[in-house]
């Protein structure tokens, strides 16, 4: 057999192994190196770390408060002020963690409701929101109210970076669910659920309006790093302080080196997927075909659930079902 060359690792890529192999703490001066030689200037909004930081945060509440009227305002009324109750939500794995944001809000007509504002699909993702909308209505009842008067009323708003299989074929990329009677007609406007996928919306940016305020923000959440300064000069200032808050250089030496470390994970991950494709077929040949590419499949999909990606996009990249993968966690567990 003919041995391989190996390509010489850069001092990035050198870094990213001994980060993801948990062998060094980043210094100041290497997160400094990986900024500069990959050329990073923002934040990427929707990572973990970026949703978290630019809309979970109070300094920066009254960009979320202009997100939320752009999509929501039609349903629940002008948000006039909010409070942020919860940032993440438990994940699959032990210690794992995925974000989610429970939004506490007050409207211009004095209504109090709550907004779960999530991105990325998960496992049994719509059961997931059922009992996510159950446990804040039961949450937001007070203690002796016998006739529900403090029932809140709860909505979600998800950004969905895959499209989602319940509307497949079909190119809207902005749903709203509503509770809905036998005529179709809208039954209640107390519960609604909002999805975004922004495969399509990307797919179709060329041809939409950035003046409407929706397709403006999907704009800035999904392309910030391409938006010039000029261009952002003409937008209105809170989409100005939003570029602006999507700085890397705004971040303290610790966020930083938060936000390198999530970044370096994510390419550990990339680079497993092609890796262990590889190590399938050669265990494929060597030792039968089938088994060896369930193994691989299965070793690939407890790494990217231990990096906390979305378990249908490691169902899609691994070929596994829903069931598969649960029995995996379970096992794990």
Known sequence: MTK???????????????????RIDLTPEQVETIITERGLVFIDPL???????????????????????????????????????????????????????DIHCKTQNGDHIIIEMQRERQLFFVRRLRAYHSHSTISGVKIGDTVYATVPKVFSLSFMEKDMPEFKGKSRFLWKIYPKDDDNEIFSKENVWCFVE??????????LDLTNEKNLWLYMLTHVADISEDEVLRMDPVYQRFYEECRISNLNEMEKKEYVTSVLEYDDVRESMMCEREVGREEGR??????????????????????????????????LTEEEICALVAHTD
């Open 4 to 22: 391989k060359k190996t390509k010489r690792k850069s001092k990035t890529e050198s870094l990213a192994d001994e980060v993801n192999n948990r």
């Open 47 to 101: 990572s973990d770390f970026g949703f978290k930081r630019l809309l979970g945060m109070e300094r920066t509440k009254d960009i979320t408060v202009h997100l939320l009227n752009t999509f929501m305002s039609d349903d629940t009324g002008v948000i006039s002020d909010i409070t942020f109750i919860s940032s993440e939500q438990v994940g699959l794995l032990p210690g794992k963690k995925k974000v989610r944001l």
């Open 198 to 207: 922004l495969c399509k919306f990307a797919a179709q940016l060329e041809t």
């Open 286 to 319: 060597e030792e039968g075909l089938l088994q060896g590419e369930v193994n691989t499949k299965r070793q690939l999909a407890l790494k990217m659930l231990a990096k906390d990606f979305a378990p249908d996009l490691v169902a899609e990249i691994t070929g």
